[in-house]
């Protein structure tokens, strides 16, 4: 029922910055909470970051805080991702996700819409 469209992602030397976006469709998007997840080969999809109503509130993982930012613009049904100081270990594809209630959640099976995700490639 709602799609959610991820870009933004590519090549980057260790150092450098992104931004990834993530258009939503939905006319509920502004209660949604929506978040970031990412996942390395090899590795369980884990956590980035999230951003609730009116982005009243955000949370992020320790491995990110301070580096990446994640914002939303709900009049273009939008979140961002800015990531900024990347590093080797921030190499993944990165997947947007919605949840339909307020709540914060950080559990990844918590979340009922997903993107097909978009490669993020950091390079040393």
């Known amino acids: 029922q709602v799609q959610l469209v991820e870009s933004g992602g590519g090549l980057v030397q260790a150092g450098g910055s992104l931004r990834l976006s993530c258009a939503a469709s939905?006319?509920?998007?502004?209660?949604?909470?929506m978040a970031w997840f990412r996942q390395a080969p090899g590795k369980e999809r884990e956590f980035v970051a999230a951003?609730?109503?009116?982005?009243?509130?955000?949370s992020y993982a320790d491995s990110v805080k301070g580096r990446f930012t994640i914002s939303r613009d709900d009049t273009k049904n939008t979140i961002y991702l800015q990531m900024n100081y990347l590093n080797p270990e921030d190499t993944a594809a990165y997947y947007c996700?919605?949840?339909?209630?307020?709540?914060?959640?950080?559990?990844?099976?918590?979340?009922?819409?997903w993107g097909q995700g978009t490669q993020v490639t950091v390079s040393s």
């Open positions: 996700a919605a949840r339909t209630r307020i709540q914060m959640v950080t559990t990844k099976d918590e979340y009922d819409y």
């Open positions: 939905g006319r509920t998007f502004s209660t949604y909470t």
């Open positions: 951003v609730t109503w009116r982005g009243l509130s955000t």
